[in-house]
């Protein structure tokens, strides 16, 4: 019965959302093997209704990052911390449209700033080798795609993502030995929201 009533629509929406994102650092070379990262995310959204579709533009804070080993040197190990302003657009569609519960498909991109980039070294065996180093030579900015789901309970918002990066991060950096490394960010989101404020059309 909620999904079928008729609502007014929201043309407008502002509103917060936090959450975490579950990443792993991504490479072409075959003998890397990397384990996953958690990181905080939130931020600010405006949403933009046109019946079933939307335009979402976010400025949000993510914390990515990345774990990973070489298989000729297991005991060196590498962890990788990235925090960045965000900027995602996403192009949305109500497949489900109710006057308190609906459910939307997002599609789009995003543009992030690198506000932090830096990778800590490991060495189990020769623990005086541990060192942190900031990349000079990795990307102050990144970009890719999104795709995922969003589910509206009235101004709540419960969001989940997948993104994939594009830029090298890390692939130039001489502790990777190889500048074709590749290094790119991906990884899994959920964000819970609250749209404060909603605009209705007269």
């Not at 939307?54 to 005991?75: C, D």
């Not at 690198?114 to 060192?131: A, G, M």
Request: charge should be positive; charged fraction near 15%.
């Amino acid at each position: 019965m909620i999904c079928g009533t008729a609502s007014a629509q929201k043309i407008i929406q502002l509103g917060v959302h936090a959450g975490a994102n579950v990443n792993i650092l991504s490479t072409s070379l075959q003998d890397f093997y990397t384990n996953g990262y958690t990181g905080f995310r939130g931020g600010v959204f405006a949403r933009f209704n046109f019946s079933r579709f939307n335009i979402q533009p976010e400025l949000n804070f993510s914390m990515t990052g990345g774990e990973g080993v070489f298989a000729n040197n297991p005991n060196r190990s590498y962890s990788t911390k990235t925090n960045t302003l965000e900027i995602p657009i996403l192009l949305g569609l109500k497949l489900v449209k109710g006057k308190l519960v609906s459910l939307r498909t997002q599609f789009g991109g995003f543009w992030a700033w690198n506000i932090t980039n830096s990778i800590v070294v490991h060495d189990e065996v020769f623990t005086q080798n541990d060192s942190l180093i900031v990349s000079s030579q990795g990307a102050n900015f990144n970009g890719g795609v999104v795709l995922g789901l969003g589910l509206d309970i009235w101004r709540f918002n419960l969001e989940a993502r997948y993104q994939w990066g594009l830029a090298n991060l890390f692939g130039n950096n001489i502790i990777y030995q190889d500048p074709r490394a590749g290094m790119r960010y991906s990884g899994f989101s959920i964000t819970l929201g609250f749209s404060f404020y909603n605009k209705e059309l007269k």
